[in-house]
Every structure is written in structure tokens, then in C-alpha cells.
């Protein structure tokens, strides 16, 4: 075989990733038949299918998941390689990439993300936010330095990346002054309020609905929100309930004029920063990682 041609790995690569021709053409703005026909140079070069049909999906081939795997690696180290790079032109600000899922609280991904600004460096944040495998995706090609998350890594996942817990919190019950009205203890007055829940998302969304039921409390539920600002901005027009964690009770009480109608520890959420498995990972995420875990109410 002569030399590998790196850009007929790149089309394979994104093909493979995509999982059609026409996907891959949109990602790297080339022409179809451009694409299709540096693939088939690539599997003359080898001698060998990298592609079946799976439906209207291009699946790679075995040999081609093979190579699959040896183009993350390759491309993966080129854009660590880039970065490097970047980080020594002394004038340019360095770039920090981070993901943050939209079940996570605002005020405690602030929290959490604002100490890489106190870093004696020229750091640009640029923040951005989804459900946690658009995210993994987004980190497994490089275009994220960092993942703040409530759910920890799933062992022997197909992205490699390492994960580290951040921080720990047990739960209050919120709700407005305008519908607080229950004379019962708690959490028995729990049961008289309608309720705003996460959503199917939220890794704390089960751990509050067995809750509820080991204290045989039927919440009404009339709201279910994958975004925790836009829940709180319901409850905080009189319309619910809410769950919230205690690392920020002040925050939420300040911000949206709630007051605590109960406190758990039975309920717990931790939350995790995950980080792509690379030689040598931003300078910010230590910032982050080695920051102290209790934070403050």
C-alpha cells in the first residue's frame, strides 16, 4: 500500500460518523460525488468495503470499524495538536469550550464554570448547552473541553473521556408566597400544592417521584420542564411547586421570591464535570475540578 492519503480518511471518517454521503457532503461542504468517489479511490487503495447499507444508512464495514477507530485517534490528536499550537500565540485569548446540560441549575453551573475567569491567563469561555449525548458527541471530536453534568459517565461507553464528581446536594421544596398555605407538617403539606417536575432527563427526576411515594404523596403534576430556569420562572407566577437544590437555596429564593416549604436529605444530586481522554486536557478544567466541592448556600 502506498502512503495513506489523510484527507481520504478525513471523507471516510465523517461518512462513517454521519452516516450518509449527502450528510457528510453538508459537514464538509464538498460536492456528493466528490465524497463517493474519494471513498472508492480509498477501498481500491486497500483492496477492501468500508461501507455496508444498513436501510438508508452507510454502517461502516468490520475493517472499516477498525479504521474508525484508528481516524478518532488520528483526528482527535490533530486537534489537540491545534490547540497546543493556539495557546502559544501570546496576544490570542485561549478558548475554553464547555457543555453544560440543560437539567443543570444556572446559578450553580455560574458557580461552578466563573473561577477559570480568576486564572492568571487571556481565557475566552465559550459556553454552550443540550442533553447529555449531543454533548458526548460534541466532546468525542474535540469541540468541547469539558462536560458539567448530573449524570456520571456510563462505564465502557463508546466515548473516552474520564469523569469527575464536582459537587453534592441535598433537596428543598420551593414554592411562592401566593400559594404557600398548607397547615400541615411536613411533608404531609407537601400533598396540597400542584407540581412542577423535571423532566425525563433530569437524573433527580425518579429519585423524587420514589420519594414522593414512600411518603404516599400522589403530586399533582401540572407541569413537566427539561429547562430548570423556565420551571422556576412557573412556580414563580404561583402555578407550582418545585424541587430544587439546597447548594443554591438562597439563589432561588433571592431570584424568583420562593420560600422553602421543606428540606430532605433523602434526595441527593451530584454533579460531574466529564472530560475527553487526551494527553494533555485545558488548563481551565483543573480550575474547576481541584475548586472545593462544598459550595456556598
Request: net charge neutral; with cysteine.
Amino acid at each position: 500500500m502506498h502512503r495513506l492519503n489523510y484527507n481520504h480518511l478525513l471523507y471516510f471518517y465523517t461518512v462513517a460518523k454521519e452516516g450518509s454521503i449527502a450528510k457528510a457532503s453538508e459537514q464538509l461542504c464538498l460536492a456528493p460525488q466528490t465524497i463517493s468517489g474519494q471513498i472508492s479511490a480509498f477501498e481500491k487503495q486497500i483492496g477492501f468495503k468500508l461501507f455496508e447499507r444498513d436501510g438508508k444508512r452507510l454502517r461502516p464495514s468490520e475493517l472499516g470499524q477498525h479504521i474508525m477507530q484508528y481516524a478518532e485517534d488520528i483526528f482527535s490528536l490533530g486537534e489537540e495538536l491545534k490547540r497546543i499550537i493556539d495557546k502559544q500565540q501570546p496576544i490570542q485569548q485561549h478558548s475554553f469550550h464547555v457543555g453544560v446540560t440543560d437539567v443543570i441549575p444556572k446559578a450553580l453551573a455560574f458557580q461552578l464554570i466563573a473561577p477559570v475567569l480568576d486564572l492568571n491567563q487571556s481565557i475566552r469561555i465559550i459556553c454552550s448547552e443540550g442533553d447529555q449525548q449531543t454533548l458526548l458527541a460534541e466532546l468525542a471530536i474535540n469541540r468541547l473541553d469539558m462536560i458539567i453534568t448530573d449524570q456520571a459517565l456510563i462505564p465502557g461507553g463508546q466515548v473516552r473521556a474520564t469523569c469527575h464528581k464536582l459537587a453534592q446536594s441535598d433537596y428543598c421544596f420551593y414554592a411562592a408566597p401566593s400559594i404557600v398555605r398548607s397547615q400541615k407538617p411536613f411533608p404531609q403539606n407537601l400533598g396540597e400544592y400542584p407540581w412542577l417536575l423535571p423532566g425525563k432527563k433530569s437524573s433527580v427526576r425518579q429519585s423524587l417521584l420514589n420519594w414522593f411515594d414512600h411518603h404516599q404523596i400522589i403530586p399533582k403534576i401540572v407541569g413537566e420542564f427539561d429547562d430548570s430556569a423556565l420551571l422556576k420562572s412557573f412556580a414563580q407566577a404561583g402555578y407550582g411547586a418545585f424541587a430544587g437544590p439546597n447548594l443554591i437555596e438562597r439563589h432561588i429564593c433571592q431570584q424568583y421570591g420562593v420560600s422553602v416549604i421543606g428540606r430532605t436529605t433523602d434526595i441527593q444530586e451530584v454533579y460531574y464535570a466529564i472530560l475527553p481522554s487526551r494527553r494533555i486536557n485545558h488548563p481551565a478544567t483543573s480550575k474547576i475540578i481541584e475548586a472545593p466541592k462544598a459550595l456556598s448556600t
